[in-house]
């Protein structure tokens, strides 16, 4: 199926105080288009599927879906969640998403009674700019789109964090990114398949002062191809799952390993005790 954002459902009193505005930008061309369906019958639903801005809560665009549970929605560059309600049925909402001009995803999205559904938001395809046609051309030899290796390339001019690459992966005697986190500095793995497992050890003081001012755990922030995936402060089966990835299939891995070394790209207010960026293989 190849890479997927991993979306996850989210409470219903968040949708409910959503605002509707409604608006297609003129020209928009991030394309977001699916299914919506009963996550325990399969069977496809009449409702309403919606763009959200993270910051603000209110909807981009929305539309209701056809009798066979089919939208679509344009956009522009930016980042939305995907939200979904039906009559009688609790609202779903996924996690953010950043998209480019260009663009295109095909969802489907469950929704369920009762509950958040057991199936999760999926990606069926997901289309970038560059087309097969100019694939070539804006990868590198291991795989990494020329813009992300470009970007790589000037964080590690910098200094700052830990940067590996395909010839440091081809080195390790390890298999999975897990295994491979296993022997970075400043990082304690006690299992290599569980993420929530993995802290920084560099970033011990930082594990006190939030142990002290919220009661919780320092929180490691877990990127892919520049998009985040986990949720704050919260342990989720996908993200946990990230450690048994194939290390064939990553081509540069970024370990920030506290606030002294985060870069700008990916500073956020949670993340204090670093975090931890993987490239993938696009070829």
């Known amino acids: 199926m190849g890479l ?6 989210s409470s219903a009193a968040r949708v409910v105080v959503l605002a509707i505005v409604a608006h297609a930008a003129a020209g928009a061309q991030v394309i977001v288009k699916g299914v919506l369906y ?17 910051a603000t809560d209110a909807a981009i665009v929305n539309t209701t879906t056809d009798s066979l549970g089919q939208f679509i929605l344009k956009t522009s560059t930016g980042t939305f969640q995907i939200a979904a309600v039906h009559p009688g049925y609790k609202s779903v909402l996924s996690a953010p998403i950043s998209a480019r001009n260009g663009e295109s995803f095909t ?3 469950p929704i ?6 057991t199936h999760r938001i999926g990606v069926v395809e997901h289309i970038r700019p560059e087309g097969n046609a100019q694939r070539a051309s804006g990868l590198t030899t291991n795989g990494m789109a020329t813009s992300d290796a470009e970007r790589f390339q000037a964080r590690r001019a910098v200094g700052t964090g830990l940067h590996y690459e395909r010839k440091d992966f081809d080195k390790a005697n390890a298999t999975t990114l897990g295994e491979f986190l296993q022997t ?3 990082l304690s793995v006690i299992d290599p398949s569980s993420t929530s497992s993995m802290q920084m050890t560099r970033s011990s003081g930082m594990v006190g002062l939030a142990s002290r001012t919220t009661g919780s755990a320092c929180h490691v922030g877990w990127f892919m191809d520049g998009h985040r995936m986990d949720l704050p402060g919260q342990v989720d089966p996908v993200t946990d799952g990230l450690g048994s990835i194939q290390l064939e299939a990553i081509s540069a891995l970024e370990v920030f390993r506290g606030l002294s070394e985060m870069p700008p790209e990916f500073a956020e207010p949670d993340l204090r005790c670093g975090a931890i960026a993987i490239w993938t293989r696009r070829g």
């Open 4 to 9: 997927q954002f991993i979306l996850r459902a």
């Open 38 to 54: 009963d996550d325990a019958n399969g069977a496809r639903l009449r409702g309403t599927v919606m763009l959200v801005d993270p």
């Open 107 to 109: 969802l489907n999205v």
């Open 112 to 117: 369920a009674e009762t509950g958040d559904p």
């Open 184 to 186: 970075i500095p400043g």
